[in-house]
């Protein structure tokens, strides 16, 4: 069989393993480097209770993700608004401040990464700060309905733990500033209506509400693209 011949099985095989894989595993993606069991289900809390923190998170359909960026540019478009004069113009951004950012393998792999919202926030527990006596809040924390990290700068000491932690434990979210170390580019999920979803040309993103990670959740972006390698293109 010839080269050319073989790289065509491969694509075959490919598009009929996700295909498989999708309708056997009732709907799994492969996302950030994991994979994770939709649940759509959306918890109320009781009337008397307060707002619970409901876990939810971006997910990538790598089958139909080409590596085009528009999620970069819509994300810091509505995140990091570019300003002239003190005034910020809406619709445009530096998709360098991003918060989900792809990165491109070779060969041809692209694997997008944010936030994955973890319910067990390792950064969250590698802040050193003492939690505040009132709010129990470390510099790092959540509060909300939505999953996502907030940062005290008043109290954040810039020590960079949280993005080490993020880095060796899931897959390298937190970008540390240039000038202060304090933690940035955090997902917000755009308060509920993630505009890189909205807008991906190849519906590749998804947002998942209540969703049960998998077997590969939490891989570093080497790791999700050597797997994704290996089913595309073959082991070496």
């Known amino acids: 069989m010839s080269s050319k011949e073989l790289k065509a099985l491969r694509r075959t095989d490919r598009r009929e393993f996700l295909k498989t894989a999708a309708a056997g595993m009732g709907g799994v993606l492969l ?25 939810s998170l971006i997910v990538v359909d790598f ?63 590698a802040c050193p700060v003492e939690p505040d006596p009132r709010t129990k809040h470390r510099a790092l924390y959540r509060e909300g309905k939505l999953p996502i990290l907030h940062n005290d700068l008043a109290r954040c000491i810039g020590c960079g733990s949280c993005a080490e932690a993020c880095s060796t434990k899931r897959v390298g979210a937190i970008i540390p500033n240039r000038g202060t170390n304090k933690p940035e580019r955090t ?18 993103l998804s947002y998942i509400v209540e969703s049960t990670p998998g077997q590969h959740y939490g891989i570093s972006r080497d790791a999700a693209a050597k797997t994704l390698t290996e089913l595309w293109y073959g082991k070496e």
Do not use: H, W
């Open 63 to 125: 089958n139909k993700c080409t590596g085009c960026r528009t999620c970069e540019t819509v994300c810091s478009s509505f995140n990091a608004r570019a300003a002239v004069d003190g005034k910020e113009l809406p619709g445009l951004g530096n998709p360098a401040l991003s918060n989900i950012r792809v990165y491109p393998y070779n060969p041809d792999v692209d694997i997008p990464v944010t936030c994955l919202m973890c319910e067990d926030a390792p950064c969250i527990e």
């Open 31 to 55: 996302a950030d480097g994991f994979l994770v069991r939709a649940v759509y289900a959306r918890t109320s809390p009781a009337q008397d209770q307060p707002e619970k923190t409901v876990f």
């Open 187 to 204: 997902c917000t999920l755009c308060s509920g209506d993630p505009q890189c979803v909205k807008y991906c040309p190849n519906g590749a």
